[in-house]
């Protein structure tokens, strides 16, 4: 076996409709600082409790789009996982993620068509759903 296989996820002749996987995280204050030092979105509504207590939200959120790299961590590495290309992604942000919550990333094979591979896509803290969407993956075929 090459490195190549050895290193990769799954194939897209190991993939069907209904195969989900999960990723979870715990949004700390370094993860909110970190982010928005990569990212340069430095919105004070994720950094200055002052500000934030004047929102709608009443206290500092998480980007949204850090929830969201959730799903990129389970493409990435747990479905398909290594290998794949991340074609596109649509995005529904429904609730705020606040330090301390727990956010757990879903996603779920929907459709199989050729070497596109469509997910619904679901970031939920409890019973809340935060963000929801639908993603499209290239994956390849084993080697033969």
């Known amino acids: 076996m090459s490195v190549y296989e050895e290193l990769h ?12 996987a999960m ?10 600082l970190m982010y928005a ?4 979105d430095t919105n004070p509504v ?5 500000f934030a207590e004047n ?9 949204g789009m850090l929830s969201a790299s959730l799903l990129s961590t389970i493409f990435g590495t747990k479905l ?8 596109n992604q649509s995005l529904n942000f429904k609730a705020p993620v606040c330090i301390g ?4 990333a879903k996603a779920t094979i929907k459709e199989i068509n050729g070497k596109r591979v469509s997910f619904d896509c679901i970031c939920t803290t409890g019973d809340t759903v935060v963000l ?5 993956l290239m994956v390849s075929k084993r080697n033969k």
């Open 37 to 40: 030092g990569v990212s340069g």
């Open 132 to 136: 929801d969407g639908e993603a499209t």
């Open 55 to 63: 929102t709608m939200f009443k206290e500092r959120i998480a980007h």
């Open 46 to 50: 994720h950094l200055n409790a002052e």
């Open 23 to 32: 990723y979870a995280k715990t949004v700390t204050e370094a993860d909110i």
């Open 101 to 104: 919550d727990t956010v757990v």
């Open 80 to 87: 398909p996982g290594p290998g794949s290309i991340y074609m």
């Open 9 to 20: 996820g799954y194939f897209l002749e190991d993939l069907s409709v209904g195969m989900s």
